[in-house]
């Protein structure tokens, strides 16, 4: 990579409990091996906890967005805000997507990029009651 640090983009939506902690984890660790990470989450779901830690957290760049949890016409607006920050701020080593929703966006949006995309599943849809 040239001598530069592993540049990672991290997207995530639900950011609350277990997986904001995951997030911020990842995060916290991938800094202190010297990456340069970027978090794309939306602020509709978090936590105090998150929030909090977030603030912290500051060789970590942020931006939020706001998503629906479902699949929703608005997801398709969502994937262009996150290219356009890829363009603004990449280019990226690796896009990584958290959750059902985080996941959908970071393939949507590396869609022709070349760049690895991975996915971490925090929960199953099938068990969610509704």
Same mark, same amino acid.
């Given at each position: 990579m040239n001598g *530069?640090?592993?540049k #990672? !983009?991290?997207i995530a939506e639900a950011c609350g409990g277990g997986a =904001? &902690?995951? #997030?911020l984890d990842l995060s916290e660790g991938l800094?202190? &091996?010297g990456c340069d990470v970027? !978090? !794309?989450h939306s602020p509709g779901r978090t936590d105090a906890f998150f929030r909090e *830690? !977030? =603030?912290r957290l500051g060789a970590l760049r942020h931006a939020s967005y706001p998503l629906r949890r479902g699949i929703h016409p608005a997801d398709v607006a969502a994937a262009h805000w996150v *290219? &356009? +920050?890829i363009r603004e701020h990449g280019a990226f080593d690796v896009i990584h997507g958290h959750s059902a929703k985080g996941g959908a966006l970071a393939r949507l949006a590396a869609w022709r990029l070349q760049t690895p995309v991975? +996915?971490?599943l925090h929960g199953f849809i099938a068990m969610d009651p509704s």
């Open positions: *530069r640090p592993l #990672v !983009l991290m =904001g &902690r995951h #997030v800094l202190a &091996r970027h !978090l !794309l *830690r !977030l =603030g *290219r &356009r +920050y991975f +996915y971490t």
